[in-house]
């Protein structure tokens, strides 16, 4: 093997290793977001429920028409 063969050989397994290392970065941030976003999923529903209750709980008080949401209601200034 020649010494420019030995020099090509060498850049690409540094590469390769270069690669290598990136890839297993990149995997390890994925599995972290996935991670993230689970635990943001399960958040939304908590805070959906808690909607849907404390909606259910003003309409059985009065306080709230029944299928009235706070997006159909007009501001004060209105």
Known sequence: MS?????????LQTQL???ED????????????????RILRQQ???LA???RVMRETMEEQGLAQPGFT???EKPPHY
């Not at 010494?3 to 850049?11: A, G, N, P």
């Not at 990136?22 to 976003?37: I, M």
């Open 3 to 11: 010494s420019r063969e030995t020099e090509q050989l060498v850049e």
């Open 17 to 19: 290793a270069y690669q």
């Open 22 to 37: 990136l890839l297993n970065a990149l995997n390890d941030r994925v599995s972290e977001q996935d991670g993230e976003l």
């Open 44 to 46: 939304l529903r908590q």
């Open 49 to 51: 429920q808690a909607s």
């Open 70 to 72: 706070a997006d159909m």
